[in-house]
């Protein structure tokens, strides 16, 4: 169970550590197309969550001997929100990142996800934020970070992106 746990753990650390690659790549791109950011004050806090969510089901983990109950179906929730993720990564190209940046006259994704759903990488996200824990049975930490990104998503980042999004610089 703790090599499970290991190489979940690793493999995540991986693809964030990529993804912020990534992001920073894209985000030098679209500042020379003249982008600007909106929101970067609560940027931090989400730093803070995904840390401490990782830290947490980690924790909460390390102590079983056997993975949760309906593990199957974590594991099939998480592989399909890895599959949402990157093709809302892909679908915006070097639009993509983890910071809200806006180039003015841009035109709107409308394509891939985007067709049916507004955000649909913070969906991915908060189905990952449930499903990893809960694998391993941490349901303390599936609980609370689900909590804690819905109100951090709800409260501030979607709006500073949909007001960012209209012009309105948050």
Do not use: D
């Not at 309906?70 to 998480?78: V, Y």
């Not at 996200?125 to 499903?131: N, W, Y």
């Not at 049975?137 to 007001?163: D, Q």
């Amino acid at each position: 169970m703790k090599k499970r746990v290991i190489l979940l753990a690793g493999a995540i650390i991986l693809q964030r550590l990529l993804e912020l690659r990534l992001a920073e790549r894209n985000r030098r791109r679209v500042l020379a197309q003249g982008a600007h950011e909106a929101g970067a004050g609560h940027y931090p806090l989400f730093f803070l969550l995904h840390t401490g969510w990782l830290l947490a089901w980690l924790t909460e983990a390390w102590p079983r001997r056997s993975p949760g109950w309906g593990w199957p179906l974590w594991l099939s929730l998480f592989a399909a929100a890895q599959g949402l993720r990157y093709w809302a990564i892909i679908s915006l190209g070097s639009f993509w990142n983890t910071r809200i940046l806006v180039v003015p006259n841009a035109p709107r994704v409308r394509h891939g996800p985007y067709r049916w759903l507004r955000h649909p990488n913070y969906l991915a996200v908060a189905v990952e934020l449930a499903a990893v824990p809960l694998i391993f049975g941490a349901w303390l930490t599936a609980l609370t970070a689900s909590l804690l990104n819905a109100a951090l998503l709800l409260g501030v980042r979607i709006p500073a992106e949909e007001a960012a999004l209209k012009g309105r610089v948050a």
